[in-house]
């Protein structure tokens, strides 16, 4: 099993910048792609970015292409969101999560998740 934990996020002002990182430990050699979900209150948790462990294959929802940015540290077990230009829309908690697939962007995929952090963005 793969424990997942994510930190960084906060309260800023539209066209900030940010950056979550999602720490991995367990049975990460069991896991091929991590990726970050979102979800804003009454509204379905929705893909931002993946990323695979060993291809370093990266990709992202149309929604946040130019201006967010995946990469991880294999050595430290930890994957980043690199998140810049942010607008209030973004707004939601933010989820790290662990798939035995590589390059899917669907929940149902995601065996393991983090608690979340929450990234809050005025206008």
């Known amino acids: 099993q793969v424990q997942l934990v994510e930190s960084g996020g906060g309260l800023v002002q539209a066209g900030d910048s940010l950056r979550l990182s999602c720490a991995a430990s367990?049975?990460?050699?069991?896991?091929?792609?991590m990726g970050w979900f979102r979800q804003a209150p009454g509204k379905e948790r929705e893909f931002v970015a993946g990323?695979?462990?060993?291809?370093?294959?990266?990709y992202y929802a149309d929604s946040v292409k130019g201006r967010f940015s995946i990469s991880r540290d294999n050595a430290k077990n930890t994957v980043y969101l690199q998140m810049n230009s942010l607008k209030p829309e973004d707004t939601a908690k933010y989820y790290c999560?662990?798939?035995?697939?590589?390059?899917?962007?669907?929940?149902?995929?995601?065996?393991?998740w983090g608690q979340g952090t929450q990234v809050t963005v005025s206008s």
């Open positions: 367990g049975r990460t050699f069991s896991t091929y792609t």
């Open positions: 999560a662990a798939s035995l697939m590589q390059t899917t962007r669907n929940a149902a995929d995601f065996r393991s």
């Open positions: 990323i695979t462990w060993y291809g370093g294959r990266i």
